[in-house]
């Protein structure tokens, strides 16, 4: 079974819990911070790996760790780790991160521009891909990239707008280039 599959098992599953227990407000925000443990710290992986520590001191060091996580966050950690994939935590945060933004109709767009978008730049961006996406609310990350040249770079899901004078240009080429073959 594929990693995405189980991934997404998991997460289901999560939102499922959540949505019974009407935690899932507090579920995204454990669950993002903890996806942070993760990415900033290698060694935390490592050691949860290490077929050197007990089962038992993994656990422990868990509970230790998260005590003021919800208990959900908690056990689900040490699920994966008796299991044997909690390298699968990061997948499975983003995928439950997802059902619950789609569940409430936030959208996560990633936009790149040649500069930081200002706040009223983002404000017009938001409520325009709002109402393309029907979606109640976007939120949006601005990643600077001078290679763009200008334009937006848009990502919204699997959808991607390219805007860009790049791609404009690369487009020019290619008419230029397929119509010099003829």
Same mark, same amino acid.
């Not at 594929?2 to 019974?20: H, T």
């Not at 990502?155 to 487009?171: A, P, S, Y």
């Given at each position: 079974?594929?990693?995405?599959?189980?991934?997404?098992?998991?997460?289901?599953?999560?939102?499922?819990?959540?949505?019974?227990?009407?935690?899932?407000?507090?579920?995204?925000?454990?669950?993002?911070?903890?996806?942070?443990?993760?990415?900033?710290?290698?060694?935390?992986?490592?050691?949860?790996?290490?077929?050197?520590?007990?089962?038992?001191?993994?656990?422990?060091?868990?509970?230790?760790?998260?005590?003021?996580?919800?208990?959900?966050?908690?056990?689900?950690?040490?699920?994966?780790?008796?299991?044997?994939?909690?390298?699968?935590?990061?997948?499975?945060?983003?995928?439950?991160?997802?059902?619950?933004?789609?569940?409430?109709?936030?959208?996560?767009? /990633?936009?790149?521009?040649?500069?930081?978008?200002?706040?009223?730049?983002?404000?017009?961006?938001?409520?325009?891909?709002?109402?393309?996406?029907?979606?109640?609310?976007?939120?949006?990350?601005?990643?600077?990239?001078?290679?763009?040249?200008?334009?937006?770079?848009?990502?919204?899901?699997?959808?991607?707008?390219?805007?860009?004078?790049?791609?404009?240009?690369?487009?020019?080429?290619?008419?230029? /280039?397929?119509?010099?073959?003829?």
């Amino acid at each position: 079974m594929s990693v995405n599959v189980i991934a997404k098992r998991y997460a289901e599953a999560l939102f499922q819990i959540g949505e019974e227990n009407k935690t899932l407000d507090t579920l995204v925000k454990q669950f993002t911070n903890l996806k942070e443990i993760f990415v900033e710290n290698e060694d935390f992986l490592t050691y949860m790996n290490h077929p050197g520590v007990s089962g038992q001191d993994k656990a422990s060091f868990i509970d230790q760790v998260f005590k003021k996580f919800e208990p959900v966050v908690v056990n689900t950690l040490k699920l994966l780790v008796e299991r044997q994939r909690v390298e699968l935590t990061p997948s499975i945060i983003k995928h439950f991160v997802q059902l619950v933004n789609d569940e409430k109709g936030i959208a996560e767009v /990633t936009v790149q521009s040649v500069r930081e978008l200002n706040k009223a730049e983002k404000k017009q961006l938001e409520k325009n891909l709002a109402k393309r996406f029907d979606k109640k609310t976007v939120h949006i990350t601005n990643i600077v990239n001078p290679d763009i040249l200008g334009g937006l770079h848009i990502r919204i899901g699997n959808t991607i707008i390219d805007g860009t004078i790049k791609n404009k240009l690369h487009r020019i080429e290619r008419k230029i /280039t397929s119509a010099n073959k003829q």
